[in-house]
């Protein structure tokens, strides 16, 4: 069983995020591994070492060439080997593209199975995993808070959790999945892992090598502004009618 593991690089989620000419400033700010990609990876590795030798586990992921270095870290968690595909015709792409150079990639990989996390912390479009399985023409369970592997019946079972209950849902590979928060702990990369992962493939791709032509945005970003500070509220000190200064305050401002 070949298992992809989708993962963004992001801005730190405590560092101050700028946009720079309708783009966001990635180079200017420490970057990590998506937060909620390491759930999906951490996923990966527990299917592959609950099912033996033979299973693997590849990190794919599209992005600046600094991206690597978000890659190295879901490698020293134990995955097997990564694609990184960075090219200059990429700069500003949207989830459209970014879905379409992933999809090439994984359509040419042999791949049973792809993980993903939820949404990415900088653009939380929660869009990718879907548009991935609609380009390639998988099935798709999103939002997995299990995930059961059967590789001898080629088949995944997951629950997700709904306003309505618990829904349990099963597709035969090759499938798409995207994992929740809480699914699981995600480990620490060990000091052996980290210098393993020095020495584990890493294939860096550019857009030509990754079987894609560029093309331009369906959506860009032609101005953005800083969300106004936060206004300090009203304040209201109860000398016994602390009650009623509440309620007017929210009928005033047509909560009641
Ligand atoms: C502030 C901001 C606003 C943006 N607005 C738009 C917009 O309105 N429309 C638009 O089309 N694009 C927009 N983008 C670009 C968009 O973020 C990228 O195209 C991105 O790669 C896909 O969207 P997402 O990050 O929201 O992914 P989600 O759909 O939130 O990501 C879900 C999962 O998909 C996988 N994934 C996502 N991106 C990658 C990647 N690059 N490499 C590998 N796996 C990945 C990960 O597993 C991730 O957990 C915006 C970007 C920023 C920073």
């Not at 994984?106 to 399985?133: H, K, N, Q, W, Y």
């Amino acid at each position: 069983m070949k298992i992809a593991v989708c993962v963004k690089q992001v801005p730190d989620s405590w560092a101050e995020k700028k946009m720079v000419n309708g783009l966001l400033d990635r180079e200017g700010v420490d970057a990590v591994l998506n937060d909620l990609d390491e759930y999906a990876v951490e996923e990966a590795l527990r299917i592959v070492e609950a099912h033996g030798e033979g299973h693997t586990v590849t990190v794919i992921s599209m992005g600046p060439e600094r991206t690597s270095e978000a890659v190295r870290k879901a490698l020293s968690m134990g995955a097997d080997d990564a694609i990184v595909i960075t090219d200059a015709g990429l700069v500003g792409a949207d989830a459209l593209m970014t879905s379409k150079v992933l999809a090439s990639v994984i359509s040419s990989g042999g791949f049973d199975v792809v993980l993903c996390g939820t949404e990415s912390t900088d653009a939380r479009m929660s869009v990718v995993p879907a548009m991935l399985s609609q380009r390639l023409g998988w099935a798709q369970l999103t939002f997995a808070g299990s995930v059961v592997v059967d590789p001898a019946a080629s088949e995944v079972t997951i629950t997700r959790v709904t306003e309505d209950g618990v829904d349990t849902m099963k597709a035969k590979f090759p499938v798409v999945i995207s994992v929740i928060e809480k699914i699981n702990e995600p480990r620490y990369p060990s000091f052996k892992g980290i210098m393993a992962a020095k020495k584990k493939t890493m294939d860096i791709r550019s857009l030509a090598t990754a079987g894609v032509t560029s093309e331009s945005a369906w959506s860009t970003v032609t101005d953005s502004s800083l969300r106004p500070a936060r206004s300090a509220g009203v304040k209201v000190i109860d000398e016994g009618k602390g009650g009623e200064a509440l309620v007017s305050y929210l009928a005033e401002k047509k909560l009641i």
